[in-house]
């Protein structure tokens, strides 16, 4: 016979895993199982970008292993094993292997995976990795165990500036290559990201920012060549592409539910089109808003804990900025939802204020970098909420 389970829940990243635990918190003891295509360790995605500097091994960033994680949550949970297919009607998933699991609820917590947005020549491909998981994290700290070497950072957003400061103090010679004029450009205005890109120069890194990638090949003794729209050529041991994630909306596509290309379409109460599926974290949109991180996760992962309990319980997200770990330079965004009529900006050396108001002078997001992070607290009061 198939195997059941009351709830499946597709991903043990911090979404599938919050929202298990909160279940177990909330005194729910239903039969639960855990499916995901990586190894299902429990650790936290926020340590990939600060292993470097303090020289962790991989598995110190792993809280406690599969098996463990399984046992705290009294569940099933099956690693390396990724969903292929979703049967709505009939209530059942198909894995890879071909066999069946049957559902009564199903959650689909499948995060984001990484864009790739040109194909990597196959001699290339050893040296070229994106950091989305831990399994990606050991590969990619096996490849730069032998000491200082030359990474290539392609894309400056969030993930790339954090490794390139994390990799620049773990001693490495970081180059960061993007096409926009400056560093975080979804998260700061212009000025307050060119102080993130001066303070990098300063600290030592190569920065070759409003360039895009043309070719890379293998190049001289073990290493690969980039050449860059303007014909400047860097060499790397290894490239990191750090060029933006993208909800995992396919599987539910397949199935028929409703999806966007900002994720899966889900209400305030995280139920999809199909009523006996939800969805939460980097794979949903939430009445419109795609939020790729912890905090709205969080919310996410309690109040859906609460409704699949018996009480409906519509999510909320605060005016929660995105805190980006760049020690030289601290940084802290919360970007305004709609064009801002104007950025009022104040700025003291790289301690930098920038204040998106709308056309009535009214607050709607703001940027803060170096010491001027302190006024976190004090802006997120004054901001609108991000669904309130
Ligand atoms: P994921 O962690 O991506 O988990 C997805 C899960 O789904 C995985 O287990 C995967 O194996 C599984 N899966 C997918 N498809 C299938 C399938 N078909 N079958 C089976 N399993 C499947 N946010 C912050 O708030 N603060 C930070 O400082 C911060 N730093 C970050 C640093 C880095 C380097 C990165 C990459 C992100 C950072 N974020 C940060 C964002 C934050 O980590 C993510 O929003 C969050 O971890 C997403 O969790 P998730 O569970 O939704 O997805």
New binding site residues.
Partial sequence: SIPHADLVI???????VGLARALRREGDTRRLTL????SGDDYS??L??TGFAKKLAPDKLAQRDAETLAEALNATLLSH???SAIDPEARWLTLADGSDYAYTQLVL????APRAPFAIPSDCAAHCFS???LDDYRRFHAALRHGPARVAIIGAGL?GC?FANDLHAGGHHVSLIAPESAPLPRLLPEPLGHALGETFIEAGMQLALGRSLERIARGASDAVQLTLDNHQRIDADVVLLATGLAP?TA?AAKAGLEVSANGIAVDRTLQTSHPAIFAL???ACVAGVNA????P?QASANALAKTLAGTPTPVHFGAWP??V?TPLLPVVAYPPLATPARWRIEADGTDMTALAEDKDERLIGFALTGGCVRRKVELSRAAPALLG
């Fill in positions: 597709i991903g043990t990243g911090m979404a599938g499916i995901s295509a990586d995605k926020p990939l970008s094993t990724t969903v917590a499948t995060g984001a950091v989305n998981d993930v954090e995992r599987l974290g980097d794979a790729m991180y912890v905090q996760l995105v805190i770990k």
